[in-house]
């Protein structure tokens, strides 16, 4: 078991970035597969990235080339890069850690992960 925190969300304009941040306490990220995801009011857990325990990163479709994830293996930390945000990334980030992750890379379903923050809200509004 990992203890996760999210911080760094709040509202900020279109066009406006944020790098979002997740503290991890219990068990190193050095072993784990992380995920970010995000989930609107009354919609699912919506997948936003993710970093592999060998370093490999993936983002999503929609938030490629606009979103980096990274990770600092050293201080058990994970972040999320979020540049030219629209109103549509309005959201509760939130991230995840899996210790058993299954064959084939990073898992985009929420189920696959069983270590989750508190979650941190982010709003793209004018």
């Known amino acids: 078991q990992v203890d996760l925190v999210e911080s760094g969300g709040r509202s900020v304009q279109p066009g406006g970035s944020l790098r979002l941040s997740c503290a991890g306490s219990?068990?190193?990220?050095?072993?784990?597969?992380l995920g970010w995801f995000r989930q609107e009011a009354g919609k699912e857990r919506e997948y936003v990235g993710g970093i592999s325990k060998s370093g490999r990163i993936d983002e999503s479709d929609t938030v490629k080339g606009r979103f980096t994830v990274s990770r600092d293996i050293a201080n058990n930390m994970l972040y999320l890069q979020m540049n030219s945000l629209r109103p549509e990334d309005t959201a509760v980030y939130y991230c995840?850690?899996?210790?058993?992750?299954?064959?084939?890379?990073?898992?985009?379903?929420?189920?696959?992960?069983?270590?989750w923050g508190q979650g941190t809200q982010v709003t793209v509004s004018s």
């Open positions: 219990g068990r190193p990220f050095s072993s784990a597969t």
């Open positions: 995840a850690a899996t210790y058993q992750p299954p064959l084939g890379g990073i898992p985009t379903t929420p189920s696959s992960y069983d270590n």
